[in-house]
């Protein structure tokens, strides 16, 4: 039904940023392997992290795990904090979502969005619940991009529209290339 959205024209016509924030998002979630190898990278030339990796691996506190995902670890521990959050996602993804709503915090919200994504259960229909409450352009632009990734047809026209809006009223940022990327992997999971 809203297929014909998703044509061609319309992304030759809307190409996708290659420098954005939005865009590494993608990358991170798209290619698997991403997040580690740069951590991976990263850790080799720096030990600082190698402690605090160890203590969010043993972290059992769901409490202590939510809050350092508002940036209270360093940034080369992000990739092991998702991880262990997601071993705690029946506790914690209601209260992601529900934090995830008023956000301003850039950093949980890149977290936030790249938690959801990996998630056993699909909850693009939490999100689309949520999606017109958001408070934060930039968390709106990137849970878009989440969407693309769990989402299915119903999330066509909301992205969509959500394109349109955001080329209307933020015409000097880009947050529009979150929906927009989320759109292109709607297109490219669902086959359209």
Avoid at 3 to 16: Q, T, V
Avoid at 82 to 100: K, S, T
Avoid at 140 to 155: D, H, Q
């Amino acid at each position: 039904m809203y297929k014909k959205l998703l044509s061609n024209e319309f992304f030759r016509e809307n190409p996708i940023d290659e420098i954005s924030a939005q865009n590494f998002v993608y990358i991170s979630l798209e290619v698997k392997e991403f997040n580690k190898l740069a951590e991976t990278v990263v850790r080799r030339m720096t030990d600082r992290a190698e402690k605090q990796i160890k203590e969010i691996q043993e972290e059992n506190d769901p409490d202590k795990l939510f809050k350092l995902l508002r940036g209270g670890c360093d940034t080369l521990c992000q990739e092991a904090l998702r991880e262990r959050v997601l071993g705690f996602e029946d506790i914690l993804v209601p209260r992601i979502l529900a934090a995830y709503e008023r956000t301003l915090n850039d950093v949980f919200a890149e977290n936030a969005c790249r938690i959801l994504a990996k998630c056993k259960k699909n909850h693009s229909k939490d999100i689309l619940e949520i999606y017109q409450n958001i408070r934060s352009p930039y968390a709106l632009s990137l849970i878009s991009i989440t969407l693309g990734f769990i989402g299915n047809e119903e999330c066509i026209p909301v992205l969509y529209e959500q394109f349109q809006e955001f080329k209307k009223s933020h015409k000097n940022e880009n947050y529009e290339q979150g929906p927009l990327i989320g759109l292109f992997k709607l297109k490219d999971r669902l086959k359209i």
